[in-house]
């Protein structure tokens, strides 16, 4: 029940493209959705998060859609650049406590110029 | 801006060896966290610290062992390091809104 699946593992996207990540919760009292992205030898840095009150959040050209029915959540990239390619990653977590993140498994995308 | 810093980026040891990987946060942050990042398996979380000398076991704690004397400085130590111990290791601090924020992480190999 603490799983966080993301597919796809990899994605290559022409530039331009909006490349979609995919990830799926079981756990119904998570209610804290971040992304983070990780370049070669970089820790991953927070890119946006959402939380289950609404079901869109936009910042510049990266937009996360909530489904709170369906447990789901993406991650898409408007206008893609061979600069946002990295590992992405979802994660989820609880407010209350430790605010323990679980992690997605990433998605390594390409950006083709 | 915050700032997560940890002591080496590149480390090589022995089998058998004991291992300290430190990690420093500079925002006066609670709670401070150990990942470990594997490919495919995503990060994984050893151990995380929400107060001085305050500790938790995360989801793999086994091999590793952690200490926090002050706040802004959380340690994880590997015990006898093993081959299957190698890996990337991340460690992170979290604000007050959730926010958690990454060092750039520690490459460490057990030969």
């Known amino acids: 029940q603490q799983q966080v699946k993301q597919s796809p593992q990899s994605l290559i996207v022409q530039k331009g493209g909006i490349p979609i990540i995919n990830c799926a919760y079981e756990n119904t009292a998570f209610d804290y959705f971040p992304w983070y992205q990780q370049f070669p030898g970089k820790g991953p840095a927070l890119l946006i998060a959402?939380?289950?009150?609404?079901s869109e959040k936009k910042e510049g050209r990266f937009t996360i859609s909530f489904n709170k029915s369906a447990k789901q959540f993406s991650l898409h990239i408007m206008d893609s650049q061979p600069g946002d390619s990295a590992t992405y990653f979802c994660a989820a977590s609880k407010s209350q406590g430790a605010q323990k993140l679980v992690f997605g498994q990433g998605t390594r995308l390409t950006i083709n110029p | 801006d915050v700032k997560v810093t940890q002591s080496s980026r590149y480390l090589v040891k022995r089998t058998g060896e004991k291992v300290f990987l430190e990690c420093v946060q500079d925002m006066d942050h609670e709670n401070m966290f150990w990942y470990r990042q594997d490919p495919g398996l995503g990060l994984r979380l050893i151990y995380f610290s929400y107060d001085v000398k305050m500790k938790e076991k995360g989801d793999i704690p086994e091999g590793y062992s952690v200490s926090r004397e002050k706040k802004e400085r959380f340690s994880l130590i590997l015990e006898s390091a093993s081959t299957n111990q190698t890996s990337m290791y991340l460690c992170a601090s979290v604000s007050l809104l959730y926010e958690q924020y990454f060092g750039p992480g520690t490459r460490l190999t057990v030969t």
């Open positions: 959402i939380r289950p009150d609404v």
